[in-house]
């Protein structure tokens, strides 16, 4: 029997030198490091680490679109945690918010765009029925009836 996984999961990091420019403030794009990990663990949180998903249904999931709101910056030693919650599923793409804060600080908030692809082509493709349905399932209810 599986645990009931929360709709909004929250991966740790720290905030390294090799994260940083001289004057030990994040670089920039290394915010978008911090996302992906994050995407990546809370897919692994669910049973459905990347190397499976592409062993087992030929499928990844490549970022299409992303919108990023710099709000703060982080810096050297932060202890940071990195949200994602799933705003919207669709039969070959996902909208995922995503959120890096420091404490009770929104430092960062993105809506990302992914799609589904085949591993070996990176052509569109539906989501397997059993993860499309899994994913389906952490959408509060309100949003459930706009992508159903």
């Known amino acids: 029997?599986?645990?009931?996984?929360?709709?909004?999961?929250?991966?740790?990091?720290?905030?390294?030198?090799?994260?940083?420019?001289?004057g030990g403030v994040v670089y920039h794009a290394q915010y978008l490091a911090?996302?992906?990990?994050?995407?990546?663990?809370?897919?692994?949180?669910?049973?459905?680490?990347?190397?499976l998903l592409r062993a087992e249904h030929d499928l990844l999931f490549a970022v299409r679109a992303m919108r990023i709101d710099f709000r703060q910056p982080a810096r050297l030693d932060d202890a940071l945690d990195v949200t994602?919650?799933?705003?919207?599923?669709?039969?070959?793409?996902?909208?995922i918010a995503q959120s890096i804060r420091r404490g009770d600080k929104v430092l960062l908030d993105a809506e990302v765009r992914v799609a589904a692809l085949t591993a070996n082509g990176f052509r569109p493709r539906p989501i397997p029925?059993?993860?499309?349905?899994?994913?389906?399932?952490l959408l509060e209810p309100a949003l459930v009836e706009d992508t159903a």
């Open 34 to 51: 911090f996302l992906e990990r994050a995407r990546t663990e809370w897919l692994r949180a669910r049973g459905k680490g990347q190397e």
């Open 1 to 22: 029997m599986q645990a009931a996984i929360e709709p909004v999961f929250s991966w740790p990091t720290r905030v390294y030198w090799e994260d940083t420019d001289a």
């Open 84 to 95: 994602v919650a799933l705003r919207e599923c669709r039969r070959a793409s996902l909208v």
């Open 129 to 137: 029925q059993s993860l499309f349905d899994e994913l389906h399932a």
